[in-house]
């Protein structure tokens, strides 16, 4: 069992840069795969980022060059960089973990997931 808590969100101008972080419990923390996903109201949750066990890193196109996501172990932690955000940036954002996944697997999709964060909210201003 895991429980994760994002922390990061805020106001941010079009063009600056964030970094979410998300804290997990739990002693098996560095075999999840982990996956950020976004949510703006009246739309479905869509995946951002992810990291497979192995480390590989996976984009979605519309932030591919512009967010990096990454991991600390020892920290039990997952980040998510953003950089040169844009108002259609603006959203909820949300961690997500699962342990039963292949060693180069990360689920695009929100039903991959075994465990969520409660959200956070990024709001970019033009």
């Known amino acids: 069992q895991a429980q994760l808590v994002e922390s990061g969100g805020g106001l941010v101008q079009a063009g600056g840069s964030l970094t979410l972080s998300c804290a997990a419990s739990g002693r098996s923390f560095s075999s999840y795969a982990m996956g950020w996903f976004r949510q703006t109201p009246g739309k479905e949750r869509e995946f951002v980022a992810g990291l497979a066990r192995s480390g590989g890193r996976y984009y979605a196109d519309s932030v591919k060059g512009r967010f990096t996501i990454s991991r600390d172990n020892a920290k039990n932690t997952v980040y998510l960089q953003m950089n040169s955000l844009k108002p259609e940036d603006t959203a909820v954002y949300y961690c997500?973990?699962?342990?039963?996944?292949?060693?180069?697997?990360?689920?695009?999709?929100?039903?991959?997931?075994?465990?969520w964060g409660q959200g956070t909210q990024v709001t970019v201003s033009s």
């Open positions: 997500a973990a699962v342990g039963s996944t292949n060693w180069g697997v990360v689920p695009l999709g929100r039903s991959g997931y075994d465990y």
